[in-house]
């Protein structure tokens, strides 16, 4: 499954709310998506699995929605740590594939 | 707190070989490191992430990218909560940073709660 994040760069401001994008070229069945914030020089950090369940000790300005082939992150109130980069994973079929990222910058 | 951390990243000449090692801790009581499958991720510059390998918590079931099928071998020492990654035939568009990841639940095809920082492997001449 090729999954193709929208768009590549988003720029916007603290306090601001953003939505990222990422569809899926066929269906991602059991909502086997996930989403990863990444910020340079460290870890990888779970957000949201299952497509809408927010990981231990997310904050809720974070959701997820979508199913099918079309999935969405909101991000609301942006603060300066959420600046980063984005990605979706499917892990509904083999191979695990993910999107190629959505950066996140201040405007 | 889980915590993963890679190491072995290092330049290495086209056709060359790696080992990778990524040490697991912080798992608490009653979390055995043999029941997690753990994977590598990498990261090749400019680019998004791509899944790599992943062996099953008992070191029996292994997965494959085909861009490294038959050059990489992934295996793990459960004594040692490490999990290794030995790459052959290198190539240039193995260049990225390595990341090891390991799943909540002991499937060898889910999501990642935990990663490492990455180590970087570099092949050039």
């Known amino acids: 499954i090729v999954l193709t994040q929208s768009p590549d760069t988003l720029s916007s401001s603290p306090g601001e709310t953003v939505t990222l994008s990422c569809r899926a070229s066929q269906t991602v069945s059991n909502l086997y998506l996930a989403w990863y914030q990444h910020r340079p020089g460290q870890a990888p950090r779970l957000l949201i699995y299952?497509?809408?369940t927010r990981a231990t000790g997310i904050p809720d300005r974070f959701s997820g929605d979508g199913a099918g082939t079309d999935f969405t992150l909101t991000i609301s109130r942006l603060e300066p740590e959420d600046f980063a980069v984005y990605y979706c994973h499917q892990y509904d079929v083999s191979p695990l594939t993910f999107g190629g990222g959505t950066k996140v910058e201040i405007k | 707190e889980v915590q993963l951390l890679e190491s072995g990243g290092n330049l290495v000449q086209p056709g060359g070989s790696l080992r990778l090692s990524c040490a697991v801790s912080g798992l608490g009581p009653g979390r055995k490191f043999s029941i997690y499958a753990v994977s590598w991720v990498r990261r090749a510059p400019g680019k998004g992430l791509e899944w790599v390998s992943t062996?099953?918590?008992?070191?029996?079931?292994?997965n494959y990218a085909d861009s490294v099928r038959g050059r990489f071998t992934i295996s793990r020492d459960n004594f040692k909560n490490t999990v290794y990654l030995q790459m052959d035939r290198l190539r240039a568009d193995d260049t990225a940073v390595y990341f090891c990841a390991k799943d909540p639940v002991g499937s060898m095809r889910f999501y990642f709660d935990s990663w490492g920082q990455g180590t970087l492997v570099t092949v050039s001449s």
């Open positions: 299952g497509a809408v």
């Open positions: 062996i099953s918590g008992n070191g029996a079931g292994t």
